[in-house]
């Protein structure tokens, strides 16, 4: 029995600028040169940085984005909680005047505690209550 040893292949550089065929020395050679091996690790490298600006910047807009839903359906929410207390309140007067119910003016949903104050009871509805325009806007 005889033991034949198989020519090695050439292969062909990897790098781009060479592209010269050659014969692999050791295991996992994929350039002729260690020039041609530094070359390559350049352009990896180069590759790899813009991927990561790349992912970066994706993850940014995301995240923008996000935050512009979220503030969204926080502008959406309180719409429609303000109308549901301006219709709870509707026998109601004024939270803060003495107006009656039938005033015929404009009429706003309060916060009893401002949202910029006490954002996280923007939604308490024991913290809104129906007051006519002229107090809300004071
Ligand atoms: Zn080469
Ligand atoms: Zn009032």
Redesign the pocket.
């Known amino acids: 029995m005889t033991i034949e040893r198989k020519q090695p292949k050439p292969k062909t550089c990897k790098n781009p600028a060479c592209g010269e065929k050659f014969v692999a020395q050791r295991l996992g050679q994929a350039v002729c040169s260690p020039k041609c091996g530094l070359a390559i690790k350049d352009v990896n490298q180069t590759k790899a940085r813009k991927a990561l600006a790349d992912v970066g910047r994706r993850d940014i807009k995301v995240r923008k984005e996000a935050l512009k839903t979220r503030a969204d359906h926080a502008r959406e929410a309180q719409a429609v909680i303000n109308r549901y207390v301006r219709l709870r309140d509707a026998h109601l007067g004024?939270?803060?005047?003495d107006?009656p119910a039938t005033w015929g003016g404009q009429w706003h949903c309060s916060h009893f505690r401002s949202v910029g104050a006490a954002p996280h009871i923007r939604y308490n509805l024991w913290n809104m209550n129906r007051?006519?325009s002229?107090?809300n806007n004071h």
Request: proline share 0%.
């Open positions: 004024c939270i803060s005047c107006k007051a006519c002229v107090c």
